[in-house]
């Protein structure tokens, strides 16, 4: 009887040890499970800032503003660049028959297209003024091409509003592009 307990022992023993070693390798899994959850959740949070301003201003821009956070976001740079302006025309007047719905479906549409040109042209949006916008070519970052690009695009988004009618008739646009040195910064105040 005693080698049998003593079989009995070294058996439980074994168990013991194999159980303990798993419950080890289930805490460890465990552990890195959570570990890269973490991790992944602290890039979502870092990630989430960035595509929301994204929205509002070119990447190029808003990079060195989330990367460092000593950036001075009102120190303003020269550098050379081409604007685009873009007014439609007719409009204001048009809209007065529209439902308020429909008038945010239009410019929405419109502008959805319009930036996808301007983008596939080097610039980007700086900013929706009602019925047209203002676009940017070769700033924050230098393009070889920001005078030629802007016409590109212009000739492109023309074609493109043909499509458009507005009161049973084409879409009519006014296009304005401008070359030279600028500079490029924040207005505001710190809080705006």
Not at 85 to 111: Q, W
Not at 129 to 137: E, N, S, V
Not at 139 to 164: D, Q, V, W
């Amino acid at each position: 009887m005693v080698v049998l307990s003593a079989s009995f022992s070294i058996k439980s023993s074994l168990k013991s040890l194999r159980l303990s070693g798993v419950a080890t390798q289930i805490a460890i899994s465990f552990h890195n499970a959570v570990s890269y959850q973490k991790l992944q959740e602290g890039k979502q949070q870092e990630h989430n800032p960035r595509r929301l301003f994204e929205g509002y201003a070119p990447s190029l821009v808003i990079k060195p503003c989330v990367d460092s956070g000593e950036a001075d976001l009102f120190r303003g740079e020269e550098s050379s660049l081409t604007a685009l302006f873009l007014d439609i025309r007719g409009f204001t007047s048009s809209s007065e028959s529209m439902k308020a719905k429909d008038v945010v479906s239009f410019f929405n549409c419109y502008y959805e297209k319009s930036s996808l040109i301007i983008s596939a042209e080097g610039g980007y949006i700086n900013m929706y003024m009602g019925d047209g916008f203002f676009a940017i070519f070769g700033g924050p970052e230098p393009l070889a091409k920001h005078e030629e690009l802007p016409f590109k695009a212009t000739c492109r988004i023309l074609e493109m509003s043909r499509n458009f009618i507005l009161e049973g008739k084409p879409l009519m646009i006014g296009v304005g592009l401008h070359a030279g040195r600028a500079i490029m910064g924040n207005i505001g105040c710190r809080t705006k």
